[in-house]
C-alpha cells in the first residue's frame, strides 16, 4: 500500500491551461504539505495543512491555489499555468507539527510547453 | 526565516570510503534536524534525523552529529556502498507552532564509485 500517493505521476500541458494534482495518505496523518523542487532540484515549501487548516502559505502566486477536503487529502490547483511552473511537486504528511519525519509521495512531474 | 547553507554541493567518493555532508543553519530556535535520500527520479525518503536535545545519533553506517553553538550538523556515511550513490538533503525546523517548516538545504549528490 502505498502510504502518500499523488495522480497524475505526469502531467504535460499548454502554457495558460489550468490543472489540478491529488493527493492522498493513508497514514492517519494530521498535517500535510506540497513542496516544489525545480530543474536544481531544490526543495521548498508551498502550502502546509493541519487538520484542513491552512497554516502555511509560502510567498505563493495566488494562482496556485490548496484545497483539503479532509485531513487525508491535499489537491493542488494551479491556474494559467506558466513556463515557470515546469518542476516536480512532492506531496508530504507527517504525524502533526514539530520533531516529525514527513513522507513523500512520488512526486508529480509538470511540464509546460 | 531560517536558511539552511549544504556543502558540498556534489561529492565523488569510492566504494569503501567515508562520506561526509556538512549544513549550517540560521536559526537558533531550530531544533529538529533531519537528512533525506533521495535517489534519481525518486521522492525524498528519511534517513536519519536528530533533536537539539542530543549531539550525536547513529544507525549502521549513518552517523549525524550536531553542534548547537555553531549551528552546524553533518552526516557521515561509512562503508559507502554504490546503492548509496544518491542526493542527500539536510533540513532544520522548530518543533510545534503555527510556523512549524522543514527549511532544506540545496542538495549534495554523492556518487560512489565501484
Known amino acids: 500500500d502505498t502510504a502518500v500517493s499523488q495522480t497524475p505521476k505526469y502531467l504535460v500541458t499548454q502554457m495558460g491551461n489550468d490543472k489540478s494534482i491529488k493527493c492522498e495518505q493513508n497514514l492517519g496523518h494530521d498535517t500535510m504539505y506540497w513542496y516544489k523542487q525545480d530543474s536544481k532540484k531544490f526543495l521548498k515549501i508551498m502550502f502546509s495543512y493541519n487538520n484542513k487548516e491552512l497554516i502555511i502559505n509560502e510567498t505563493v502566486p495566488n494562482r496556485f491555489s490548496p484545497k483539503s477536503p479532509d485531513k487525508a487529502h491535499l489537491n493542488l490547483h494551479i491556474n494559467s499555468l506558466e513556463l515557470g511552473d515546469s518542476a516536480v511537486y512532492f506531496c508530504a504528511s507527517s504525524p502533526g507539527q514539530g520533531f516529525r519525519a514527513q513522507h513523500f509521495g512520488d512526486g508529480t512531474r509538470l511540464s509546460i510547453l | 526565516g531560517e536558511n539552511v547553507e549544504q556543502h558540498p554541493s556534489t561529492l565523488s567518493v569510492q566504494e569503501g570510503d567515508s562520506a561526509v555532508i556538512k549544513c549550517t543553519y540560521s536559526d537558533s530556535a531550530s531544533n529538529y534536524f533531519p537528512w533525506y535520500k533521495q535517489e534519481l527520479g525518486k521522492r525524498p525518503q528519511l534517513i536519519i534525523d536528530?533533536?537539539?536535545?542530543?549531539g550525536e545519533k547513529k544507525d549502521q553506517r549513518i552517523a549525524v552529529t550536531l553542534n548547537k553553538t555553531a549551528k552546524h550538523f553533518s552526516l557521515h556515511i561509512t562503508e559507502t556502498q554504490p546503492e548509496d550513490s544518491a542526493v542527500y538533503f539536510c533540513?532544520?525546523?522548530?518543533?510545534?507552532?503555527?510556523?512549524?517548516?522543514?527549511?532544506f538545504g540545496k542538495g549534495t549528490l554523492l556518487t560512489v564509485n565501484p
Open positions: 533540513a532544520a525546523s522548530t518543533s510545534g507552532g503555527s510556523n512549524y517548516k522543514l527549511t
Open positions: 536528530i533533536r537539539s536535545n542530543v
